[in-house]
């Protein structure tokens, strides 16, 4: 069965790098989702994306991040100055239809920033 | 906006014996969906099941079933027969309209042979 996949499994870097997460939905999937996960605490979301455009994103998701379809197969995140407080696990969720399918997650990146 | 809130930070439960986790929620909204997801070590997020709000009845998937109590605003999750490999966090979600999920704090559930 397909899977929505996610490289890199574990990205360090340092404070203010940028780095870019990448996402490999399933080929029929239209609605993308970025959510991360601090250690120890909830799943956070933090934006969605159809058509080529975000559709909703959180306080979260403020002009560091940004999102995009390159090339209509992957799906990143970019955080362009990375701060401490953005290591976390982040993981990229699709799915083929609103209100009709759940959303699939992938396994997730973890990111360290030092 | 929507909450979820899981009281129960950490559950156990001896293999085989059934085991009940505790979800409420708060919306204004009248058409949702609620879901269990289970986060084994590897953080993986692997949706256990999913409750339709305007279904009356309670979602089963196996071994696992809910609670849906749509007045109270309560989502409980019953694993019967646990096993070892069901130790994990499980996350509560809601997603309403605006298509995002919204997670709770996660129960951690220990199995004990």
């Known amino acids: 069965e397909p899977e929505v996949t996610q490289t890199p499994s574990h990205q360090v870097t340092q404070m203010g790098q940028e780095v870019i997460l990448r996402c490999v939905p399933i080929?029929?999937?239209?609605?993308f989702y970025w959510y991360r996960q601090i250690l120890g605490q909830k799943v956070e979301f933090l934006v969605s994306f159809y058509n080529n455009e975000i559709s909703e994103k959180s306080e979260i998701f403020d002009d560091q991040f940004s999102v995009e379809r390159p090339d209509g197969s992957n799906f990143t995140l970019k955080i362009r100055s990375t701060k401490l407080e953005d290591s976390a696990m982040y993981f990229c969720?699709?799915?083929?239809?609103?209100?009709?399918?759940?959303?699939?997650f992938g396994p997730g990146t973890r990111l360290t920033v030092l | 906006a929507q909450t979820v809130t899981q009281s129960q930070p950490e559950m156990s439960v001896q293999e085989a014996e059934t085991v009940t986790l505790s979800c409420t929620y708060d919306t204004s909204e009248s058409d949702y969906y609620l879901f269990w997801y289970k986060q084994p070590p590897s953080r993986q997020m692997i949706l256990v099941i999913r409750?339709?709000?305007?279904?009356?009845q309670n979602a089963t998937e196996n071994r696992f079933s809910v609670n849906f109590q749509k007045a109270a605003k309560s989502f409980s999750l019953k694993i019967s027969d646990s096993q070892l490999g069901d130790a994990a966090m499980y996350f509560c979600a809601y997603e309403g309209g605006a298509q995002k999920l919204v997670f709770g704090q996660g129960t951690r559930l220990t199995i004990n042979p």
């Open positions: 409750q339709e709000a305007y279904k009356q």
């Open positions: 969720a699709a799915r083929r239809d609103r209100g009709i399918d759940e959303q699939f």
């Open positions: 080929s029929n999937h239209l609605y």
